[in-house]
């Protein structure tokens, strides 16, 4: 079994940055890939990011130069540094584990284990 608890959403002016945090109780952190979610109101959740367990990341087309997701092995957590937000960015983010492989997985299907949410909000 696996825990993760989402921290760092909140209230961002366009253009500006937030980082948010997945923390990982459970099984061993550093053999799974991870992932973040996140839904807009009144929208289905989409794939925001991945990483494998070696590090491989992945990103969806409305994200791949302002959000960078990384891990830090050592702290059982997953980041997700965002840049350069734009309302539509404004969604509740979700951190996800993948416990089957270790690559990198953008659908919610390949997911076991999932987060509580943090809400992002961003504002003109």
């Known amino acids: 079994q696996v825990a993760l608890v989402e921290s760092g959403g909140g209230l961002v002016q366009a253009g500006g940055s937030l980082r948010l945090s997945c923390a990982a109780s459970?099984?061993?952190?550093?053999?799974?890939?991870m992932g973040w979610f996140r839904q807009a109101p009144g929208k289905e959740r989409e794939f925001v990011a991945a990483?494998?367990?070696?590090?491989?990341?992945g990103y969806a087309d409305s994200v791949k130069g302002r959000l960078t997701i990384s891990r830090a092995n050592n702290k059982n957590t997953v980041f997700l540094q965002m840049n350069s937000l734009k309302p539509e960015d404004t969604a509740d983010y979700y951190c996800?584990?993948?416990?089957?492989?270790?690559?990198?997985?953008?659908?919610?299907?390949?997911?076991?284990?999932w987060g509580q949410g943090t809400q992002d909000t961003v504002f003109s």
């Open positions: 996800t584990a993948n416990l089957r492989d270790n690559g990198v997985r953008t659908t919610e299907t390949e997911y076991g284990y």
């Open positions: 459970g099984r061993s952190f550093n053999n799974y890939g």
């Open positions: 990483i494998s367990a070696g590090g491989i990341t």
